[in-house]
């Protein structure tokens, strides 16, 4: 099964023969696959090859190591569209997941000059400063830091927050939320953020930056959210 002759790393063949045997269901979601020592045996390599195959495939997600346990067949990533203007409860929702958040900051201040350019505020104008760990069935998914100027939302409690801010927006205010502009990068994840999702500190994040404006163009909200690159895929589709 493994070619020591191929131009290909053993690891990296091993790593293949791991990634069709979890998408042919071989070893389904949730199932603990053979030992480092059973898959060097079966495979007739070092431990060591098998090791960086397994570690390959941790950190592509498809894989998550136990403590004491052994290795797993982790849950797919989830596949966020990229087409349309959505809020993390209705993204959460359209697949089955109950959203949920704890509000880790929550205070007013003075706009940063950043988020002044941003949300297009003078100096001196103040803003909530929001930090929210978004989860999906109980599991921290994203963490997202908001600017929203105070002048928009003179009544904005801490309930509308664990809930859905858009909901929110859209049934408490007579406004249309219209459109946003993203941007996305990737990073390692910085020390905070990997408390808040329980990642290694040497995980990655997907970051976007995304402002976004109400119908009649006013900018409401300048977010930056790191969401976990183990479980999420971003997805667009593309026309010519
Ligand atoms: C997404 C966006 C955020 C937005 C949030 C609103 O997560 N990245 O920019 O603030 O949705 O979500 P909700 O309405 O669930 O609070």
Redesign the pocket.
Known sequence: MINKQSHVPVYAQIEEQLKTQISEQKYPVGTMIPSERELATQYKVSRMTVRQALAELVKDGLLRREKGKGTFVANPKLEQPLNGL??????MRSRGLE?S?QIVVFEKKKAPFDVRKDLMLEEGEFVYYII?V?NADGEPM?V?R?YLPVHLFPRLDMTA?E??????IEKQYPYQIGN?IQQMEAARINKEDATFLNVRPDAVSLL?K?T?YLKDGRPF?S?H?AYRADRYKFISEIKR
């Open positions: 959505t809020s993390f409860t209705e993204d959203p958040s929210r978004r994203a997202e908001t927050l809930s859905s801010l858009y909901s929110f946003a976007i995304r976004s909200e977010v959210s």
